[in-house]
């Protein structure tokens, strides 16, 4: 005979506590769909922001995966071939030269360049004439700025040669190796707290274009409404918490648990890294909009990314913008 | 009966339709059949980014014609020969060396048995730690890819020299260096040489890997560069070319050796 256990009532009770616990939870909380985003990049401080809005998407009932795959190329091969539904990048060339079927619908970042040099070896624009620079790849938006700047500045590089990431940059610069090129916000404060005096950032005029941008299937992103919609709001929200004081990624951070396992160093900068992108405008408040798409295009075609004349060039044929229209239209423009 | 070890006389004759052996015209057929799928599998297609067997040649003659191909070659080249020359001097010297003193065995086999096993795509990424970005570091990975199989066949080949023919130049009288020069290393070079091709594919695919993990350089460049603004006939045909550009060099270093140093191979092909 089947022999009840001593712990039956136990389990019943805990089973019971479980159902009442479900029927109390909020219906929001509920199935709104699933998404999977794919970074073309390892997880790192700056994408706090980015997995905060995630987590709150989360508590309202989107199912959300994230993987982070090697490059941002992988990264938008995966989203084309469905094998996830949102890539983190700006494949505007991909769009162009393949068709490809996706849109951008949300700008995360705009895009920020510095060019550095070793002060030992170099002071100002004038004296890279001449010079040996590295940029991070052919036809890439970091060889635009330079050969922009060397126009401007009447000087011609020696040799351009190509060192993909700025990371790996920033390292070929303190070994040495390299004694002129422009790395991001990040490796710009990596440079400046490891070598403070060693090397002369040089300026630059403002250029405005999306660093990365969401992007999907736009079959997906009219399937899955209610999910992007959901996305959309938690990032306009977060977006729009951390520009109005950087001190919330600390916070944000702690009440999800975001990156645990991030090495202290990465912990300690990543204040002073939110503050200062907000300083500069990185976090665009409002996910971007048709002029600020016209921007890339002016940008992207100067790079050689995208062909053809700015002015000639479709924004519905690169970006989607109605699901940030709807979110707009719930939380405010600003 | 001759015919047990090559193609028999009937076989000879029948195969020759189009005027073509029966050899070439299966290695023919299996060719084109790969490039039919290949066709087929842009066309329907398998991805965006899976460009068809005819844009990828296209691509490539038109790389070739304005001179990117030859150029990127000239950037590729550079490292690969070095690394090559350099691993066939001292690979082939250390082999020959351990083959004949086993302390020397003792000492230098472990290291690169560990480095022919190492996952060496990983330790890419930590040669620029050392040797920097530039051409040394391309150098290095072409010859830690190359140099194991070089330095390991090298040695294999004098240790199993014939022991009969060693046997027979001691009861000669013949003298160390005489046994190593006239007996050992010409019985050990025909596996010795098909160390050095197997070297040299390994070449290729450190120079590659180098040229997409470290700088993009030369084909590297090509495959970076086109990749990244979804040229992708032109991101394939420079890896087909590197395809074809490797297999045409193992396969008539393969020739070279059959000719010179396995005549009794030639019966059987």
Known sequence: ?334 | MATTIGLSNAEKSEASAFGLSKITLYQLLSILGLFALWEIGGLVPISVAFPTFSETTVALFEMIADGRMIAAYADTLKPLLIGIGISAGFGVTLGVAMGLNRRFQWFWEPIFIVLQAAPVAALIPLITFIYGIGLAAKVVAVIILALPIIVLNSYKAVRNASASLIQMCQSFQGTRLQQIWKVIIPNASPVIFAGLRLGVAAGFIGVILAELLITPTGIGDLITYHRSVAEYAEMYAAVFSVIVFSAITVGSLERAETRFFRPDKKVGR
């Open chain 1, 1 to 334: 005979m089947f022999q009840i256990p001593k712990l039956k009532p136990l389990c019943l009770a805990a089973m019971a506590a479980v159902a009442v616990a479900l029927a109390g939870a909020p219906a929001e909380a509920q199935d709104k769909g699933t998404m999977h985003v794919a970074f073309g990049d390892i997880p790192g401080p700056d994408m706090v922001n980015f997995l905060a809005a995630v987590a709150r998407a989360e508590k309202r009932g989107v199912e959300v995966e994230v993987s982070y795959l090697q490059s941002e190329d992988i990264a938008a091969q995966a989203v084309v071939g469905g094998q996830a539904d949102i890539g983190v990048g700006t494949p505007y060339a991909l769009i162009q030269k393949v068709k490809a079927p996706i849109r951008m619908f949300y700008q995360l970042s705009q895009l920020r360049f510095y060019p550095v040099v070793n002060g030992e070896f170099y002071k100002e624009w004038k004296d890279l004439d001449g010079a040996d620079i590295a940029v991070h790849g052919r036809g890439s938006g970091t060889e635009a700025i330079m050969q922009l700047m060397a126009k401007e500045n009447g000087i011609t590089y020696n040799s351009v040669s190509y060192v993909p990431g700025s990371s790996v940059r920033a390292g070929a610069l303190m070994q040495g190796n390299i004694k002129a090129t422009n790395v991001d916000l990040e490796r710009k404060r990596l440079l400046q707290r490891k070598a403070p005096d060693k090397f002369v950032f040089l300026p630059l005029p403002k250029v405005e274009a999306s660093d990365e941008a969401l992007y999907a299937n736009t079959n997906w992103l009219e399937e899955q409404s209610e999910a992007v919609d959901i996305l959309m709001e938690e990032l306009l929200g977060v977006w729009r918490e951390i520009n109005k004081d950087p001190n919330v990624v600390v916070s944000l951070r702690d009440e999800y648990n975001l990156l645990p396992d991030l090495p202290q160093e990465d912990v300690d900068e990543m204040l002073p890294s939110f503050s200062q992108g907000v300083e500069i405008n990185l976090y665009p408040d409002n996910g971007g909009s048709a002029e600020s798409v016209e921007e890339d295009f002016l940008f992207y075609t100067t790079a050689g990314t995208l062909q053809g004349d700015p002015g000639d060039l479709k924004v519905e044929d690169f970006w989607y913008l109605d699901p940030l229209n709807r979110a707009l239209d719930k939380v405010g423009r600003m």
